[in-house]
């Protein structure tokens, strides 16, 4: 069974602009979760889906936001990119929310 | 909320066994995660225990669990270089909180 599949990997973009990032969980994983790793901060919860509603949201700013498919496939945007949000972002998915996570490569943002 | 407090390092020689240590704040938390990061890619998930139980044993990992002292253990057995990496101890308690992470050495 293909892992949690995370597009693009790479990203270069400037203060200001935005960036959507997109996740394919494991086929048959209703349940995605998005994390933000930084070296300052660690890995920081920002939301979690299931059958396209968020059922948790981290400690963000609105700038960040995030939906999900009918096919479980999910996609966080971020908006107005600022310094503080180069980081790598990391999503995971499960069979349900009480289930163990799998977790992506990740996506590397670096905002210039 | 939770909060997961790690040991940051950990220098080990090969061969030897290395336990990385984790302390939890939530005793409601319902699993308990030990996931390995190595350079530049996601977290690969290497074992969870259950709340209710004390040892688990998988190969060459065995994690214990004392739910009195909210105290997490992952103990490597015959640590060998591939093992270098960081590793996060995570608490279940939607959603999941981590640790800062311990990198693990391993000195051939």
């Known amino acids: 069974k293909a892992g949690v599949t995370q597009t693009p990997r790479y990203l270069i973009k400037t203060r200001g602009q935005q960036v959507t990032l997109s996740c394919s969980p494991i086929?048959?994983?209703?349940?995605v979760s998005w994390y933000q790793q930084t070296p300052g901060q660690g890995l920081q919860f920002l939301f979690e889906y299931f059958s396209e509603t968020q059922r948790n949201k981290g400690n963000f700013p609105g700038r960040f936001s995030g939906r999900q498919f009918s096919n479980s496939r999910s996609e966080m945007n971020v908006s107005t990119l600022e310094l503080g949000d180069s980081a790598l972002y990391l999503c995971?998915?499960?069979?349900?929310?009480?289930?163990?996570?799998?977790f992506g490569p990740g996506t590397r943002l670096l905002v210039l | 909320g939770e909060d997961v407090e790690q040991s940051l390092f950990l220098s080990v020689r090969e061969g030897d066994s290395s336990v990385i240590n984790c302390t939890y704040t939530?005793?409601?938390?319902?699993?308990l995660y030990w996931y390995k990061q190595e350079p530049g890619a996601g977290l690969q998930l290497l074992t969870y225990?259950?709340?209710?139980?004390d040892m688990k044993q998988d190969q060459r990992l065995t994690v214990l669990l004392n739910k009195k002292d909210k105290h997490l253990s992952l103990r490597i057995a015959d640590t060998q270089t591939g093992d270098s990496a960081i590793y996060f101890c995570a608490a279940r308690n939607t959603p999941l909180v981590f640790g800062k992470g311990t990198r693990l050495s391993v000195i051939a």
């Open positions: 086929s048959g994983h209703r349940s």
């Open positions: 939530d005793s409601s938390s319902t699993y």
């Open positions: 995971a998915s499960n069979i349900d929310p009480q289930e163990t996570q799998y």
């Open positions: 225990i259950f709340s209710n139980m």
